[in-house]
């Protein structure tokens, strides 16, 4: 059973900085794609970032350059460092992770994700 925990939200100013993580297991880490999505209030969930097992990583256009993932082997984490934060990045962020057999491997397509974490909200004031 795949478990993925994340961690880290809560409440900033904008231009603020957040650091969110993912807890899971150290082959889940090592051999899955990863990833991180929101869901704003009233929105459609969407993709905010990805690492692939090898440490490629894709942004989506709305954070590139603010926000940075990575993965800590050493502690089985996935983090996503948010800085410069925004109003408009408030929402629920979950940690995703996908086995990659798919033909949309390592896109944001949520269907191929296998695995969710549980959601944590972030709130971003101006």
């Known amino acids: 059973q795949v478990q993925l925990e994340e961690s880290g939200g809560g409440s900033v100013l904008a231009g603020g900085s957040l650091r969110l993580s993912c807890a899971t297991s150290a082959d889940v880490l090592s051999t899955f794609v990863m990833a991180w999505f929101r869901q704003a209030p009233g929105k459609q969930r969407e993709g905010v970032a990805i690492i692939d097992d090898d440490g490629t990583t894709k942004y989506a256009a709305s954070v590139k350059g603010r926000f940075a993932i990575s993965k800590d082997n050493a502690k089985n984490i996935m983090n996503l460092q948010m800085n410069n934060l925004r109003p408009e990045d408030t929402a629920v962020y979950y940690c995703?992770?996908?086995?990659?057999?798919?033909?949309?491997?390592?896109?944001?397509?949520?269907?191929?994700?296998?695995?969710w974490g549980q959601g944590i909200q972030v709130s971003v004031s101006s």
């Open positions: 995703a992770a996908d086995r990659g057999w798919g033909l949309d491997r390592a896109t944001f397509t949520e269907r191929e994700y296998d695995y």
